[in-house]
């Protein structure tokens, strides 16, 4: 049986949303000690979103690597974590999409939580998620687009 790996865009959740949320705290903080208008302010904060968007996102990226190999699929991580996810274990896997990505929920038998995985879209060329979801329903896990 040949091995297929697909890469995929996703991210350390917790950590864009840190940054994110400390860099509209910072705009936010030098913006309103300016002597301008209020409605001056404003604009400047909003107008900086789409850049500290940008810069959350490339500061959290966590690319993987998904590996489907003899009943298994091992994820590697940018960062070198890696998790291996037996199939037969899976329940099913569920793929919500979201603004600017998707959350790809695998649900184990095993396991009462699921593992979430965040992928981004968003300031990213496009990668393998469909793919990889075809090559899994090919061995057999139950898929739901949700």
Same mark, same amino acid.
């Given at each position: 049986?040949?091995? *297929? @790996?697909?890469h995929?865009? @996703?991210?350390?959740?917790?950590?864009?949303?840190?940054?994110?949320?400390?860099?509209?705290?910072?705009? @936010?903080?030098?913006?309103?000690?300016?002597?301008?208008?209020?409605?001056?302010?404003?604009?400047?904060?909003?107008?900086?979103?789409?850049?500290?968007?940008?810069? *959350?996102?490339?500061?959290?990226?966590?690319?993987?690597?998904?590996?489907?190999?003899?009943?298994?699929?091992?994820?590697?991580?940018?960062?070198?974590?890696? %998790?291996?996810?037996?199939?037969? %274990?899976?329940?099913?896997?569920?793929?919500?999409?979201?603004?600017?990505?998707?959350?790809?929920?695998?649900?184990?038998?095993?396991?009462?939580?699921?593992?979430?995985?965040w992928?981004?879209?968003?300031?990213?060329?496009?990668?393998?998620?469909?793919?990889l979801i075809?090559?899994?329903?090919?061995?057999?896990?139950?898929?739901?687009?949700?």
């Amino acid at each position: 049986m040949s091995d *297929s @790996t697909f890469h995929i865009a @996703t991210l350390h959740r917790g950590k864009y949303m840190v940054l994110l949320l400390v860099g509209i705290c910072i705009v @936010t903080a030098i913006v309103s000690r300016l002597p301008l208008q209020e409605a001056l302010k404003i604009l400047m904060v909003l107008c900086s979103l789409p850049l500290l968007l940008m810069l *959350s996102i490339k500061g959290s990226r966590n690319d993987s690597y998904w590996t489907i190999k003899n009943g298994e699929v091992s994820i590697r991580f940018h960062n070198q974590k890696e %998790e291996l996810l037996i199939l037969s %274990e899976v329940k099913y896997l569920r793929n919500l999409p979201r603004s600017g990505g998707n959350l790809i929920m695998i649900f184990l038998a095993t396991a009462k939580a699921p593992k979430r995985y965040w992928r981004n879209k968003l300031f990213q060329k496009d990668d393998d998620l469909n793919a990889l979801i075809h090559a899994l329903k090919q061995q057999g896990v139950e898929y739901y687009y949700m």
